[in-house]
């Protein structure tokens, strides 16, 4: 699906045309899915890396019609003067289906539009299904792909689950949602992703650090200080504040895109770039960061929360959340890594809401 293929001899990536597939988009109706998902399928689409077979389907609670899905997400393509006719185009690949997450009549629907899609290609398709929805209903929706025989792959078809962060609530929740999901798929099938690894500045980090034998020998504690990592956002949470008096920042950008940014920076090198030793080196990574007692939580997190200004609401003041709400929108911290590298270098992490200014 991604057009993406690695040369793991040389590693290098290059991009191919991929087979037909078909894209299953699960909280269709939602933020991602205007801002990100789409405008990213329309780039694939105008650089020939969607294959003209493919199909994609969004489903979620809200009622609508095919015409008026197009119409909700057509202003977020992002067109230039020498792409003609491809919007239309691009849209005439996409349907939409309404239905309850846990009611079978809406697996039994899904089930045939995905047969109608595949009908008119030559090649059965994989499926994708991406669950850009909150993480309480990713063990309901998989059970129900599974129980409606969505996931079986007899037919020849690969059959894939997006999981978007973040995942679970807690370490004890996510063990759970862990073992759960890993009864009804395979590891290959899974997909737990972060967007944020799709940032072109954060794709470059290994091969700034690997690539180039002028800073490998200085990345280590030795010559380095101190590392810090930013991510800050002049807005506030606009739509979303439902999603982040559930979920807040640190849960929102601390578990997944600061800590894999702090991976890339930070790992040691792997003995491939293919997805599985890259990954084993990120564990290793997070294995050796010092863990901090209850006591001294405050001595290197630091949680905060924007208030009103001339340029916006206070958080408190965004609609559905709570006068009360203690929900940070901004946090700060010192992770050390007890390792050979990096032994005594402090790293600064720091995200956040409704800050002076945009930087990453």
Same mark, same amino acid.
């Given at each position: 699906?991604?057009?993406?293929?690695?040369?793991?001899?040389?590693?290098?990536?290059?991009?191919?045309?991929?087979?037909?597939?078909?894209?299953?988009?699960?909280?269709?109706?939602?933020?991602?899915?205007?801002?990100?998902?789409?405008?990213?399928?329309?780039?694939?689409?105008?650089?020939?890396?969607?294959?003209?077979?493919?199909?994609?389907?969004?489903?979620?609670?809200?009622?609508?019609?095919?015409?008026?899905? !197009?119409?909700? =997400? /057509?202003?977020?393509?992002?067109?230039?003067?020498?792409?003609? @006719?491809?919007?239309?185009?691009? +849209? *005439? $690949?996409?349907?939409?289906?309404?239905?309850?997450?846990?009611?079978?009549?809406?697996?039994?629907?899904?089930?045939?539009?995905?047969?109608?899609?595949?009908?008119?290609?030559?090649?059965?398709?994989?499926?994708?299904?991406?669950?850009?929805?909150?993480?309480?209903?990713?063990?309901?929706?998989?059970?129900?792909?599974?129980?409606?025989?969505?996931?079986?792959?007899?037919?020849?078809?690969?059959? !894939?689950?997006? =999981? /978007?962060?973040?995942?679970?609530?807690?370490?004890?929740?996510? @063990?759970?949602?862990?073992?759960? +999901? *890993? $009864?009804?798929?395979?590891?290959?099938?899974?997909?737990?992703?972060?967007?944020?690894?799709?940032?072109?500045?954060?794709?470059?980090?290994?091969?700034?650090?690997?690539?180039?034998?002028?800073?490998?020998?200085?990345?280590?504690?030795?010559?380095?200080?101190?590392?810090?990592?930013?991510?800050?956002?002049?807005?506030?949470?606009?739509?979303?504040?439902?999603?982040?008096?559930?979920?807040?920042?640190?849960?929102?950008?601390?578990?997944?895109?600061?800590?894999?940014?702090?991976?890339?920076?930070?790992?040691?090198?792997?003995? *491939?770039?293919?997805?599985?030793?890259?990954?084993?080196?990120?564990?290793?990574?997070?294995?050796?960061?010092?863990?901090?007692?209850?006591?001294?939580?405050?001595?290197?997190?630091?949680?905060?929360?924007?208030?009103?200004?001339?340029?916006?609401?206070?958080?408190?003041?965004?609609?559905?959340?709570?006068?009360?709400?203690?929900?940070?929108?901004?946090?700060?911290?010192?992770?050390?890594?007890?390792?050979?590298?990096?032994?005594?270098?402090?790293?600064?992490?720091?995200?956040?809401?409704?800050?002076?200014?945009?930087?990453?």
């Amino acid at each position: 699906m991604s057009g993406v293929s690695c040369n793991l001899g040389t590693g290098f990536c290059m991009e191919v045309n991929s087979p037909p597939c078909i894209i299953v988009i699960f909280g269709a109706s939602g933020d991602l899915t205007k801002r990100k998902l789409i405008p990213a399928l329309f780039y694939l689409y105008k650089s020939n890396l969607l294959h003209e077979k493919s199909s994609i389907i969004g489903c979620a609670r809200s009622q609508m019609s095919d015409d008026e899905f !197009r119409n909700k =997400i /057509e202003g977020s393509l992002k067109v230039s003067d020498s792409d003609e @006719k491809k919007p239309a185009e691009f +849209l *005439s $690949k996409v349907s939409y289906l309404s239905g309850d997450y846990y009611t079978e009549d809406t697996y039994v629907n899904l089930k045939k539009s995905i047969d109608e899609c595949s009908a008119s290609s030559s090649i059965i398709p994989d499926v994708v299904y991406y669950l850009s929805t909150p993480a309480s209903l990713y063990e309901g929706i998989v059970t129900q792909l599974s129980e409606n025989g969505l996931l079986d792959e007899s037919n020849g078809a690969k059959k !894939r689950v997006v =999981i /978007e962060k973040p995942f679970g609530s807690d370490l004890e929740s996510a @063990k759970v949602l862990d073992a759960s +999901l *890993s $009864k009804l798929l395979s590891e290959e099938q899974t997909y737990r992703i972060d967007h944020y690894l799709g940032k072109e500045t954060v794709q470059n980090i290994l091969m700034l650090r690997f690539a180039n034998m002028i800073f490998e020998p200085l990345w280590n504690n030795k010559y380095i200080d101190n590392i810090q990592i930013t991510a800050a956002e002049s807005i506030g949470v606009e739509h979303r504040a439902g999603f982040y008096e559930q979920t807040g920042l640190l849960r929102d950008m601390f578990q997944n895109h600061m800590f894999q940014m702090l991976g890339l920076v930070a790992m040691e090198a792997p003995s *491939s770039f293919d997805a599985d030793s890259i990954r084993d080196e990120k564990v290793k990574l997070l294995k050796s960061i010092r863990r901090c007692s209850p006591d001294e939580v405050d001595d290197y997190f630091v949680r905060g929360q924007f208030d009103s200004s001339d340029a916006m609401n206070g958080y408190r003041n965004e609609e559905n959340v709570s006068k009360k709400s203690v929900v940070e929108t901004f946090a700060a911290a010192k992770i050390l890594i007890d390792n050979w590298r990096w032994k005594g270098v402090p790293f600064y992490l720091r995200s956040g809401k409704g800050l002076a200014k945009r930087v990453s």
